[in-house]
């Protein structure tokens, strides 16, 4: 099955510095790749999302970039501000019949310092 | 418009019980997806309903079912309850249509003492 990888576990940046997180997956067939928020004690929260067909898509202060041939994808957050600060997931799926199964990252604590 | 809701939001049981968690999808939504998150870790994809029936399961043993109703809320038993069941439950719905964003809930958190 599908297996992601996400680096770093934690990350720490001083406001109005950009934070990136990287995910790599293991399934060439997977062709989605959403990110979501997580704060303490919430739920998690889509981000920002990318299908397979394109390489980079932007949203304000983020980004997400994928490289299909090295199956890896990234976020970008630029100007970041204390509220950034939370749990930050990658996640991959394939279509399979029609939903979708999200393998997701083991995280990453993202703290930003004032 | 109501998001996804849980029921219970907190829930204790102890070893070789069973418990039975609820979800509501979001307005719209026909798919509900269950998943586990233990501390410290992404969640991990148990099953996914749609039309009442199980459409995709994850590596979840028997003791892990579910049902969805034909108002596509949905409910996540677990038998025979080990302290490795500690976790938060998360219920996410969406679209039937491939690759849909999933739109969680915000959880029941299950202690298993």
């Known amino acids: 099955g599908e297996n992601v990888e996400q680096h770093p576990s934690t990350l720490s940046v001083q406001e109005g510095d950009s934070a990136v997180i990287k995910c790599t997956y293991s399934?060439?067939?997977?062709?989605?790749f959403p990110w979501y928020k997580q704060e303490l004690g919430k739920r998690p929260q889509l981000i920002i999302d990318i299908r397979s067909n394109v390489g980079e898509k932007k949203d304000q202060r983020i980004a997400v970039t994928l490289n299909k041939t090295a199956k890896h994808f990234s976020l970008h957050i630029t100007e970041t501000q204390p509220e950034d600060s939370a749990v930050y997931f990658c996640a991959a799926s394939k279509i399979t019949g029609g939903g979708n199964k999200l393998t997701f990252g083991t995280g990453t604590q993202l703290k930003v310092e004032l | 418009d109501a998001g996804v809701t849980q029921s219970p939001t907190h829930l204790i049981k102890t070893r070789g019980q069973q418990v039975t968690l609820r979800c509501s999808p979001k307005s719209g939504h026909d798919t509900v997806s269950w998943y586990q998150q233990a501390l410290g870790q992404g969640p991990q994809f148990i099953f996914q309903y749609y039309e009442e029936e199980e459409r995709q399961r994850g590596n979840f043993p028997d003791r892990f079912s579910g049902h969805q109703f034909p108002n596509y809320s949905s409910e996540l038993n677990v038998n025979a309850l080990l302290l490795g069941d500690s976790a938060l439950y998360l219920c996410a719905s969406s679209y039937s249509s491939p690759n849909s964003p999933l739109h969680f809930g915000n959880g029941t958190r299950l202690t298993v003492t």
């Open positions: 399934d060439s067939a997977s062709n989605y």
